[in-house]
């Protein structure tokens, strides 16, 4: 019933700064904890980023930690993740996901249960 849907990507010089929005319907986010994660071809999916449910703390991993930051807008139904200082190994389709319980970490695509249809982002000078 759950319905993702992530915007935003496209293509940025090294340095520069992109924000991607996983907006949802059918239900709302602010009972989900969601993650981000980002897939380049060939390599396993990984995860970057998740904010909870309850509290809306956050985890960053530690390649995008101090880069990167998440964050919720309940009125809005959105969440976000706000990218700075890219790199080119940032390059990779960036997915948004909704999960029932605060995830462990390393972040797992298993504790994920809804899944946006994912949105591009290079990188490149």
């Known amino acids: 019933q759950l319905q993702l849907v992530e915007s935003g990507g496209g293509l940025v010089q090294p340095g520069g700064s992109l924000t991607l929005s996983c907006t949802a319907s059918?239900?709302?986010?602010?009972?989900?904890?969601i993650g981000w994660f980002r897939q380049a071809p060939g390599k396993e999916r990984e995860g970057v980023s998740c904010?909870?449910?309850?509290?809306?703390?956050?985890y960053l991993v530690d390649s995008v930690r101090g880069r990167f930051t998440t964050s919720r807008d309940n009125a809005r139904n959105t969440v976000y993740l706000k990218m700075n200082s890219l790199k080119p190994e940032d390059t990779a389709v960036y997915y948004c996901?909704?999960?029932?319980?605060?995830?462990?970490?390393?972040?797992?695509?298993?504790?994920?249960?809804?899944w946006g249809q994912g949105t591009q982002v290079i990188v490149s000078s």
């Open positions: 059918g239900s709302t986010l602010e009972v989900y904890a």
């Open positions: 904010i909870n449910s309850s509290d809306d703390s956050t």
């Open positions: 996901a909704a999960g029932d319980f605060t995830p462990q970490t390393p972040l797992s695509p298993l504790d994920f249960h809804s």
